[in-house]
């Protein structure tokens, strides 16, 4: 009798270890896990199936600077060019605005932007989302039109059963910048560019330069 109590009793000893060895194993994945940074927000799954559906994933990506998804929600063919610069302009634009509010903050972005005279493009690409549910789609055949009541009129065409959007005409305002502000970038990225006041200086000098070169006349020679 008294060897069966004692059975009992360390049995119920082990019971009880084992129970806090578990509770000790669950707490531990618990702090493991909050304390393990958050996963990367994936891109957002495309959809081309209708002229909205292709504006909303093409207005996505916009916003989200996500270049494999604005490649394949935009028109190729005798636009890729057009659309190559587009795509690479909302990478630079943001990259600098990550570099700038990270070292400056929101309102030193402004400041910076002032001087390029250039928008962001992520809030370009958020106001076009903000314009889809007011749209006035016309779809003829492979062929449609969206007009927005503030990002103006875009064109679709179906290619292969998808929609893609076609880039308005006309060149892209800030294809001129793209390398200014790529550089610039790297400098704020490296802390070359200490200040707001340092970056503004560098900006406007190399936007001066630039504006001055493309104002300058040509001058032809004689006959």
């Given at each position: 009798?008294?060897?069966?109590?004692?059975?009992?009793?360390?049995?119920?000893?082990?019971?009880?270890?084992?129970?806090?060895?578990?509770?000790?194993?669950?707490?531990?994945?618990?702090?493991?896990?909050?304390?393990?940074?958050?996963?990367?927000?994936?891109?957002?799954?495309?959809?081309?199936?209708?002229?909205?559906?292709?504006?909303?994933?093409?207005?996505?990506?916009?916003?989200?600077?996500?270049?494999?998804?604005?490649?394949?929600?935009?028109?190729?063919?005798?636009?890729?060019?057009?659309?190559?610069?587009?795509?690479?302009?909302?990478?630079?634009?943001?990259?600098?605005?990550?570099?700038?509010?990270?070292?400056?903050?929101?309102?030193?972005?402004?400041?910076?932007?002032?001087?390029?005279?250039?928008?962001?493009?992520?809030?370009?690409?958020?106001?076009?989302?903000?314009?889809?549910?007011?749209?006035?789609?016309?779809?003829?055949?492979?062929?449609?039109t969206a007009d927005l009541e503030v990002a103006g009129l875009h064109e679709l065409q179906?290619?292969?059963?998808?929609?893609?959007?076609?880039?308005?005409?006309?060149?892209?305002?800030?294809?001129?910048?793209?390398?200014?502000?790529?550089?610039?970038?790297?400098?704020?990225?490296?802390?070359?560019?200490?200040?707001?006041?340092?970056?503004?200086?560098?900006?406007?000098?190399?936007t001066d330069t630039l504006a001055n070169a493309s104002t300058e006349p040509t001058t032809q020679a004689s006959p």
């Amino acid at each position: 009798m008294m060897s069966l109590m004692k059975r009992i009793r360390l049995s119920r000893a082990n019971a009880v270890l084992l129970l806090i060895a578990l509770v000790g194993c669950v707490a531990t994945a618990l702090v493991a896990s909050s304390a393990a940074p958050p996963a990367t927000r994936p891109a957002a799954p495309l959809d081309l199936s209708t002229p909205q559906a292709a504006l909303k994933s093409f207005a996505t990506a916009w916003r989200d600077a996500d270049a494999s998804g604005l490649n394949a929600s935009l028109l190729r063919g005798e636009n890729a060019l057009k659309n190559a610069t587009f795509i690479r302009w909302i990478e630079v634009d943001h990259r600098f605005e990550k570099a700038a509010t990270a070292r400056y903050g929101k309102d030193g972005v402004q400041r910076l932007r002032t001087v390029i005279a250039v928008s962001s493009m992520s809030q370009r690409g958020q106001a076009l989302l903000d314009d889809l549910p007011g749209a006035t789609i016309a779809v003829n055949g492979d062929h449609a039109t969206a007009d927005l009541e503030v990002a103006g009129l875009h064109e679709l065409q179906k290619v292969n059963g998808e929609w893609r959007v076609k880039l308005p005409g006309g060149e892209n305002e800030a294809s001129p910048l793209i390398g200014i502000v790529e550089r610039v970038s790297a400098d704020i990225e490296s802390g070359k560019l200490k200040t707001v006041d340092d970056a503004r200086a560098v900006l406007a000098k190399a936007t001066d330069t630039l504006a001055n070169a493309s104002t300058e006349p040509t001058t032809q020679a004689s006959p």
